[in-house]
């Protein structure tokens, strides 16, 4: 194929595990057109993933009221925005995630060409003009997100691309990180267990008593050091955390994403809800133990055969014996399996 552009948006919007899962199609495009100058648009939080990925050369960082905010709201960012992305010349738009709202900007960039994800009632295809066109996106709750943002890049011949998502540290942030830990003696000797006890959604939350009852466990029995992950909307939790947990347990409640990347990088197991950070674990190459109910749809699953997940009817219903005995197998260094509970 000669189309050879050479200053591509990326349009990449999804929530914070999305792109993570995006990062094989990142790497896809890379190697398409390694000598073009690739800036992703995305996120806040997915920026820090962007970057850590080595696969752009910028990030263009979008505020979700262009998805999430009202439409006359988003309309109005849209504006602003396009003057931006307009006096950047473009010359390829491709749209991952695809909603009216991006490829709307897309449309509006001036980019000559213009290849979306083509997803029934969520974008708009009469946007779109790169030709042969991608497939239309089916089954989104059992084809796998990675499978689906790779599907986008068919018609560039986009083939044969590492499936499993990959990040590395960086130095600064590593060493960040590695004082943290110092300063709270969990630097040497001890594995380091991480807990994510929050989620962006009340349903998806293991309750915060049996999390601190599977540190107490792991913390008596197997001698490891607690450190519990909370983002920006958890930090209501953290003195409930401190008053539960182990006295040992280090809080990590005001990292960026990066450090959140170098901290996990550290970790012997991480178990975790179904939220963005679990998918950062996973991609710094953490072993996760992930808790789900039954409902949870299979397409957003972290990849490879080193977690451990524990599904059940609802996510109350899992038990700590059953999340600590998964969480010993990953820490005996045994492969993982999926368990299944009632």
């Not at 066109?133 to 989104?140: G, I, K, S």
């Not at 990066?258 to 991480?270: D, G, H, I, S, Y």
Request: overall charge positive.
């Amino acid at each position: 194929m000669s189309f050879d552009p050479r200053n591509i948006l990326v349009i990449d919007l999804g929530q914070l595990g999305d792109v993570v899962l995006s990062l094989p199609a990142l790497h896809g495009i890379r190697e398409r057109f390694p000598k073009a100058a690739i800036t992703v648009a995305v996120g806040k939080q997915g920026a820090g993933v962007v970057e850590l990925s080595g696969y752009a050369n910028s990030t263009l960082v979008v505020d979700r009221v262009l998805r999430d905010g009202l439409k006359l709201v988003s309309l109005a960012y849209i504006a602003k925005l396009v003057q931006r992305v307009r006096r950047s010349r473009f010359d390829f738009v491709i749209d991952l995630h695809s909603l009216s709202e991006t490829n709307l900007l897309g449309f509006l960039s001036g980019a000559p060409k213009r290849l979306y994800s083509r997803r029934p009632t969520r974008s708009l295809d009469f946007l779109a003009n790169f030709h042969p066109r991608p497939p239309l996106e089916v089954d989104h709750r059992q084809r796998h997100l990675i499978d689906r943002y790779l599907d986008v890049l068919i018609p560039l011949g986009v083939k044969d691309v590492d499936r499993l998502p990959h990040l590395r540290t960086r130095a600064a942030d590593d060493a960040a990180i590695e004082k943290i830990l110092k300063q709270a003696k969990a630097d040497v000797g001890t594995p380091l267990v991480g807990l994510l006890p929050g989620a962006g959604h009340h349903s998806h939350r293991w309750p915060l008593e049996r999390f601190a009852e599977l540190a107490d466990f792991l913390s008596r029995n197997d001698h490891v050091r607690i450190l519990v992950f909370q983002g920006p909307e958890e930090r209501a939790f953290v003195q409930d955390i401190r008053r539960r947990f182990p006295p040992t347990t280090l809080v990590l409640d005001k990292l960026t994403i990066q450090q959140v990347a170098a901290a996990q990088a550290r970790l012997a197991v991480f178990v975790s809800n179904d939220t963005g950070p679990m998918h950062i674990a996973s991609a710094v190459g953490t072993p996760v133990v992930l808790l789900l109910d039954e409902r949870a749809p299979q397409s957003y699953l972290p990849q490879g055969d080193r977690h451990q997940i524990i599904y059940s009817s609802a996510i109350d219903d899992v038990t700590v014996e059953e999340v600590y005995t998964a969480a010993r197998i990953v820490l005996a260094g045994n492969r993982s399996a999926t368990l299944f509970a009632r």
